[in-house]
C-alpha cells in the first residue's frame, strides 16, 4: 500500500515543481561542467619507422584503382605517393630499379585476430571472445591485442601493412575491433592507425546460438539472435536520445543531469552516430538480408558482411545497399553454414556494378597469402566465364578493403597524396611462386627478404634455443 | 595391411555409374595419352613428347614403337604426372564438421583397433571436390579418442565408388608429445611398457615351443591354456614389432623425435612421424633412422612450445637432408589445395621434382602403395594438368582413377550455375 502513495500526491505538488523548474530556466541557471565522453582515450601514438623519398623504377604497377601500368615508377616523398607514371625522374631519392618486379599498395586484411589468438597459442593467449555474455559491446578488442604476435611479422613478409584485428565470434555483438599499421610496436597505440574508424563486430547464426544455447541462455536459435540484436538496439536508441536530450537541454542553458555512462551503449551509440563501422560475422544469404533489414530498423548501415559464404545469392542487394562482403577463395564445409561455398563468389559479388568484394584471412596463416587468396578466385572464376585481371583482383585485398574499414581516402591505392604504402613483389603477386620482397608503411620499409636488418623478430622468439646457421649447413 | 579389392575395373566402374562420376564409361577400352610432358617421379625424369598407354587399369607401356590403343588422347605438350596422394585427414569420415551425426572420425574408447574404413562414405561431396586438385587417392586418418592410439588408418581411391575402400587397417597412429593434462612422459613409457611386455610374451612362447619340441614325448600337463589367442590389441603390437604395420606417431619436439628414433631402433619398428615441427633440430638423426617425415608445408608460426621451428623451408631443408618428406593438407575440405602446399614448398627452396614427390612416390613408398609413379605395371591414376600443377591459374583437364576417367565436378559447380543462370523463376527452378 505504502507504494502507492507518492502517485496520490496532489496536483499542486506537481505544478509547483513544473514552475520551479520552468522559472530556473528562464533565470538562466548556474550549469555544471558539461559532461562529454572521450572518444578516443586510447589514443594511436603510432609513428613510421624512418622514412625514405624513393623512386622504383621499371615495374609493373596495379595501382589498386582497377589499372596496371607496364615498366612504371613509383614516387614517394615524405611518406606519399607522389606520382605513379612512366619514365619519372627526380633528385635526392633512393632509386629501386625493380625490372621485372610487380608493385602493388600494401595488402589490407579485413579480418584477423593476430595478437588476441597469437602463437603461441597458449592459455593464456586466449583474448579474443568474451564469451561471458551474448551482447559485450562494452570490451574493446585493443586492451587484448598481444604486439609480440610473431604473426604481425609472417603478416609483414607476405605484404599486410594494414589489418583490423576483431573479437571473436562467440557472441551476438562481440565489442569494437581496432585498425593497426602492422609495424612493430611494444604498446598496440603505437601500431594503432591513427584516425581510422573503430569497428563493431557482430556474429550472426550458428556460433552465438551454440554457445548460449549449450548455456540453456537466450539465444538458442536464429530468431533468438535476432532478438538479441534488436533489444540491443533498442538500449542504444534510447540511450542515444537521452544523451541528445542532455545536450539540447544543456545547450539552452539548462543544467540537465547527464545519463548514466554506459560502455557497451557508447559503442553501439557511435555506430548509430555513424562513427563506429558494422563488422558482422554472417554466412548466408538469408541472415544477411535480415542484417541489412535490422540496420534500416534502427537506422544505421549494416556495413560488412565477413565470411559471406553465400554472398553470391544476394549479389545484387549487397551492392545495392552498399555492403562490402568479405569472403574467402574456398574455406567451407566446417559449418553447416559454410556449406554452400563456390570458389567464384568474390567473382560474382565484384561483378555488379558499385559492389564491394573483399578477401580476407581471419588465419595467420593465409594473411601471409592474401595474394594467393585472390588468385585462385581470380583463375577459377576466368574458367568460368569471367574475364579478371591482375588490376581487378588486387582491388579485393586492397582498395575495397580499405573501403570496408572506411580508410580509403589514407591507403588502399597508389594515387598521390595517399600514405605510402607499397609492396615489391618478385613477380606477378597472383602466382603460388610469388614473395614479397620489400614492403613499405607510411614510406618507411619494414620488411626485405634480403636484408636481415629490415626482418623485425617477436621478443618471444628472441633467445629461444634455435638451429643456428652453422647447424642449418 | 588387409587388401579389400583388387582394382576390379569392371565391378567398380558400374556402381560408380550412379554417381555421374565417370565420363568414359567404356572401361574395356584401352587408352594411349600422346604428346604429353609426363612426369614419371621415377629416374626417368621428365619425358617431353611422350607416349603412356593405359590398358585394364594400369600403365602398359611409356613411349612404345608402335600406339596402339582404343582411343587417343592429344595431350598438346601439357603436363601428366601420377595423380597425387592424400595423408592425415578425414575425407569421406565428414560431411560437415560441426554436425556430429557427419562426423565418424572420433570415439572417446577408441583403442589401437579403431578400424574407421567401416564409416567410409564415398558419396561424401567432399570427395568429388577433392578431385578437383587431382588427388586420387587417399590415406585416411582417425582421430581417434581418449587413449594415445587414434586408431589405425586406410587407404581410398578417389573413384567415389562404393569399393573405392583399397585397404583397411594400414597403419596405427599414435599421439605423443605435448599434453594440456598430465605429462608428455606417460604416453611414451606407456608405449615403451607395451613394446616389451609383447616382445617379453612373443620370446616366453617361443621358448614354450621350443621346450615343447623337446618334451615331446612327455605328456602335456595341465597347462593347455599357453596356447591362449593372443587379444586384438596385443595382435597389432606384435605387427608392429615384425615390422609389418607402419606406426604412424604425432610428435613434434626435438626430445620427442629423438625418443622416438630409440624406439624405432630398440624396437626395430617401421616407423613415420607426423607434424615433426623440430625435425630440421634432430635432421641428421632422422635421417639416419630412415624415418620419413609427414609435415604440413604451411606451418611457419610458433603456436605451442613444441614448433618453435615451424618455417616454410622446411621441406626443402629436409629434403636435402636427404629425409623423405611428405607433405600433407590434414583438412578434408581443404585437401584440394596439396598442389598449392607443394607449389608454396617449391617457393620456399624445394625443387619441382622433390615437391612433386612428396605428394606422389614417397607416399606410395611409404604407405606401399602401387601408385605415385608414371611407369610400366602401376596402376593408371594419372593427372593431366592445363599447366604446371603447382600454380593457381592452373586446373586438372583430365584424371583417371585406376585407367577409369572421373569428372572434377562438384556439388559447388551446380550452385555456381544456378546463380549465374539468368531466370524469371526463382533460382530453385534452375537446376
Known amino acids: 500500500m505504502s507504494k502507492r502513495i507518492p502517485s496520490l500526491l496532489p496536483i499542486s505538488v506537481l505544478a509547483v515543481t513544473i514552475s520551479l523548474a520552468l522559472s530556473g530556466c528562464l533565470q538562466k541557471e548556474v550549469q555544471d561542467k558539461k559532461i562529454t565522453i572521450n572518444k578516443n582515450p586510447y589514443p594511436s601514438t603510432y609513428i613510421p619507422v624512418p622514412q625514405q623519398d624513393l623512386l622504383i623504377k621499371n615495374a609493373t604497377v596495379l595501382t589498386g584503382t582497377g589499372e596496371r601500368l607496364d615498366n612504371a615508377d613509383v614516387l614517394v616523398k615524405n611518406g606519399k605517393i607522389v606520382q605513379v607514371g612512366t619514365s619519372l625522374s627526380t633528385e635526392n631519392v633512393t632509386v629501386i630499379d625493380a625490372t621485372g618486379k610487380w608493385i602493388t599498395p600494401g595488402i589490407i586484411d579485413v579480418h584477423s585476430h593476430l595478437g588476441v589468438y597469437p602463437s603461441p597459442s597458449v592459455e593464456s593467449h586466449q583474448d579474443g571472445n568474451e564469451m561471458t555474455s551474448p551482447v559485450t559491446a562494452n ?116 543544467n540537465p543531469a547527464a545519463p548514466k555512462r554506459d560502455l557497451a551503449l557508447d559503442t553501439l551509440k557511435s555506430v548509430l552516430d555513424g562513427e563506429t563501422l558494422i563488422h ?190 652453422a647447424e642449418q649447413n | ?111 589401437i583397433t579403431f578400424d574407421t574404413s567401416l564409416a567410409y562414405n564415398p558419396r561424401s561431396t567432399v570427395i568429388a571436390y577433392t578431385r578437383k586438385g587431382g588427388i586420387t ?16 588408418t586406410f587407404v581410398v581411391d578417389l573413384s567415389g565408388s562404393f569399393d573405392s575402400v583399397l585397404a583397411n587397417q594400414s597403419a596405427v597412429v599414435v599421439d605423443f608429445g605435448a599434453k594440456s593434462k598430465g605429462s608428455r612422459a606417460t604416453a611414451l613409457q606407456k608405449f615403451i611398457h607395451k ?31 599357453d596356447k591362449k589367442e593372443p587379444k586384438r590389441d596385443e595382435k597389432v603390437i606384435n605387427e608392429l614389432l615384425a615390422g609389418t604395420k607402419p606406426l604412424i606417431a604425432y610428435a613434434d619436439r626435438a626430445t620427442d623425435l629423438l625418443a622416438l628414433i630409440k624406439i624405432k631402433e630398440r624396437f626395430k619398428l617401421n616407423l613415420i612421424i607426423v607434424g615433426a615441427g623440430d625435425a630440421i633440430v634432430v635432421k641428421e638423426q632422422l635421417a639416419k633412422a630412415k624415418i620419413p617425415v609427414i609435415i604440413n608445408a604451411m606451418s611457419n608460426l610458433p603456436s605451442s612450445f613444441d614448433t618453435l621451428h615451424a618455417s616454410l623451408d622446411n621441406a626443402a631443408r ?31 627452396g624445394l625443387s619441382k621434382e622433390d615437391a612433386l614427390a612428396s605428394i606422389t612416390a614417397n607416399v606410395a613408398d ?26 593457381l591459374s592452373s586446373h586438372v583437364d583430365k584424371m583417371w582413377i585406376a585407367g577409369q576417367e572421373h569428372s572434377t565436378k562438384s556439388r559447388h559447380d551446380a550452385l555456381r550455375k544456378r546463380y549465374m543462370t539468368e531466370s524469371k523463376m526463382p533460382k530453385a527452378y534452375v537446376k
Open chain 1, 280 to 469: 558482422n560475422h554472417c554466412y548466408k544469404a538469408d541472415e544477411m538480408t535480415q542484417m541489412i533489414d535490422l540496420g534500416k530498423e534502427f537506422n544505421y548501415h549494416s556495413g560488412t558482411f565477413h565470411h559471406g559464404i553465400e554472398a553470391y545469392k544476394i549479389a545484387d542487394k549487397l551492392a545495392e545497399n552498399g555492403n562490402c562482403a568479405a569472403m574467402w577463395p574456398d574455406w567451407w564445409g566446417f559449418k553447416m553454414e559454410a556449406y554452400d561455398m563456390i570458389h567464384e563468389n568474390v567473382a560474382i559479388v565484384d561483378a555488379v556494378k558499385n559492389s564491394c568484394a573483399v578477401v580476407h584471412s581471419d588465419s595467420g596463416t593465409t594473411i601471409q597469402r592474401l595474394n594467393q587468396e585472390a588468385g585462385k578466385i581470380m583463375y577459377r572464376a576466368n574458367e568460368n566465364g569471367f574475364s579478371l585481371k591482375e588490376e581487378d583482383a588486387i582491388k579485393w585485398i586492397t582498395f575495397n578493403a580499405a573501403k570496408s574499414l572506411g580508410i580509403d581516402d589514407q591507403t588502399g591505392s597508389l594515387t598521390s597524396g595517399k600514405k605510402a604504402d607499397i609492396v615489391v613483389w618478385n613477380k606477378n603477386p597472383f602466382s603460388v611462386y610469388a614473395h614479397a620482397e620489400q614492403v613499405f608503411v607510411d614510406g618507411g620499409k619494414v620488411y626485405d627478404k634480403f636484408d636481415e636488418s629490415y626482418q623485425a623478430k617477436s621478443d618471444f622468439l628472441l633467445g629461444q634455443p634455435t638451429t643456428t646457421s
Open chain 2, 318 to 348: 629436409l629434403t636435402a637432408a636427404g629425409i623423405k618428406v611428405i607433405l600433407s593438407v590434414d583438412d578434408a575440405h581443404n585437401l584440394y589445395q596439396l598442389r598449392f602446399s607443394a607449389g608454396n614448398a617449391v617457393a620456399n
Open chain 1, 139 to 254: 570490451v574493446w578488442v585493443e586492451h587484448s591485442v598481444w604486439p609480440q604476435d610473431p604473426g604481425f611479422q609472417t603478416a609483414r613478409a607476405g605484404g599486410i601493412t594494414t589489418l583490423q584485428i576483431l573479437p571473436g565470434s562467440g557472441n551476438l555483438i562481440g565489442g569494437r575491433g581496432v585498425t593497426l599499421r602492422n609495424v612493430p610496436s611494444v604498446s598496440v597505440q603505437g601500431m594503432k592507425f591513427p584516425d581510422a574508424p573503430y569497428g563493431m563486430k557482430m556474429a550472426c547464426g550458428e556460433n552465438p546460438k551454440r554457445v548460449y544455447g549449450s548455456r540453456k541462455e537466450l539465444p538458442s536459435t536464429r530468431m533468438g539472435n535476432m532478438a538479441g540484436y534488436r533489444a540491443a538496439w533498442v538500449d542504444a536508441t534510447e540511450y542515444k536520445a537521452a544523451w541528445e536530450k542532455y545536450e539540447a537541454n544543456y545547450a539552452q542553458g539548462k
Open chain 2, 137 to 152: 587417392s587417399n590415406i585416411v586418418t582417425p582421430f581417434g579418442g581418449e587413449d594415445m592410439f587414434r586408431g589405425q
Open chain 2, 1 to 111: 595391411m588387409k587388401l579389400m579389392k583388387t582394382r576390379k575395373l569392371f565391378t567398380s566402374s558400374l556402381i560408380a555409374l550412379a554417381f555421374a562420376s565417370i565420363t568414359s564409361v567404356a572401361n574395356a577400352e584401352s587408352l594411349a595419352i600422346i604428346n604429353a610432358t609426363v612426369h614419371t617421379v621415377t629416374e626417368q625424369g621428365v619425358l617431353t613428347n611422350a607416349t603412356v598407354i593405359i590398358d585394364d587399369g594400369k600403365i602398359t607401356a611409356i613411349n612404345p614403337v608402335v600406339v596402339s590403343a582404343d582411343k587417343i588422347i592429344d595431350a598438346n605438350g601439357r603436363i601428366l604426372t601420377p595423380g597425387l596422394i592424400g595423408t592425415m585427414n578425414q575425407l569421406g569420415l565428414v560431411e560437415v564438421n560441426a554436425v556430429s551425426k557427419s562426423r565418424d572420425a572420433s570415439e572417446k574408447k577408441a583403442d
Open chain 2, 366 to 391: 611409404v604407405f606401399g602403395l602401387d601408385v605415385g609413379r608414371i611407369a610400366v605395371g602401376k596402376n593408371a591414376d594419372l593427372v593431366l594438368w592445363s599447366a604446371d600443377p603447382f600454380e
Open chain 2, 195 to 225: 613394446l616389451e611386455d609383447a616382445q617379453l610374451k612373443l620370446t616366453k612362447n617361443k621358448e614354450k615351443e621350443a621346450n615343447k619340441k623337446s618334451q615331446k614325448k612327455e605328456k602335456d600337463k595341465s597347462k593347455d591354456n
